[in-house]
């Protein structure tokens, strides 16, 4: 698995999911089961010696990633969703995305006060998305170790709009 070239397992989807977007699309990389296992074994391995004590996926391919690396590191999974998905009170954020605006929730009794989180998606792009996910989870009481992605395009710049995190990404573009 050492010679793995992830990056050679993502398709290119032209003009979705609106044209000019040129999307990354990991379901060909998660089809592969080495590489998938390789994946979730390499993000497991960079976080089991931190002091975190859940991770939050963010829908919906973060989830993905989420469930397996909580469960490698015995931590608790913690969701953030889009609205109406989650069945009691939540916090809610709208933020924009490169194609548009969004929102995402998570349940106000997620976290409690100073718990450490890694928060992980597929994707990191103009940063919308994780800048909303972070917003989010301070408000729940969570405090952030760092946040973790798949795949980074760094020339859309969205570490920028995230602020003093520290990041990882494993594939960047």
Known sequence: ???????????????????????????????DGGAFRH???AFSERYSERDIDAVVGI???GFILSAPLAYNLGVGLIPVRKPGKLPAETYQIEYELEYGTNTLEIHRDALEN??????????????????????????????IDELAFLIELTFLNGRQQIGNYSIFSMIQY
């Open 59 to 61: 829908e919906s391919r």
């Open 1 to 31: 698995m050492a010679n793995i070239n992830l990056s050679d397992l993502i398709r290119n989807v032209p003009d979705f999911p609106i044209p000019g977007i040129q999307f990354k699309d990991i379901t060909t990389l998660l089809r």
């Open 114 to 143: 100073g718990m450490r989180v890694l928060i992980i998606d597929d994707l990191l792009a103009t940063g919308g998305t994780i800048a909303a996910a972070t917003q989010l989870v301070e408000q729940a009481g969570g405090v």
């Open 39 to 41: 994946v979730i074994e």
